[in-house]
């Protein structure tokens, strides 16, 4: 089975993804109320969807979910969690995809 990108964020960050055909998403907006519950109830759903093989998020996003969620989110294996921005840079996307098959690619010694 094949699975599937997922985006959660506002629509600024959202579209872009939206518009290369993923067809996951969720768009969260401070019109529809409080954005902190939002990415909860976003993130859960994404995380409970077994269509869904990666969650992407801006990594300034994670600072809005809950303790418990962030913590489900951050060590799912499946969906695995792809954050995009802030300060984590390249080194923070090498240790989500160490993280997610096991071993460190960019690795010298593998």
Request: aromatic share 4%.
């Amino acid at each position: 089975m094949s699975q599937e990108i997922a985006v959660v964020g506002q629509p600024d960050f959202t579209t872009g993804f939206r518009l290369a055909g993923v067809r996951k998403f969720a768009d969260i907006s401070e019109a529809d109320g409080d954005l902190d519950e939002q990415y909860d109830e976003a993130v859960r759903e994404m995380l409970d969807d077994e269509e869904v093989g990666i969650l992407v998020m801006h990594a300034d996003d994670l600072e809005r979910l809950s303790r418990d969620v962030r913590s489900d989110v951050e060590t799912s294996v499946e969906p695995v969690l792809v954050t995009l921005g802030g300060d984590g840079g390249s080194s923070g996307l090498r240790e989500q995809i160490k993280r997610a098959i096991g071993i460190d690619l960019m690795d010298d010694n593998t």
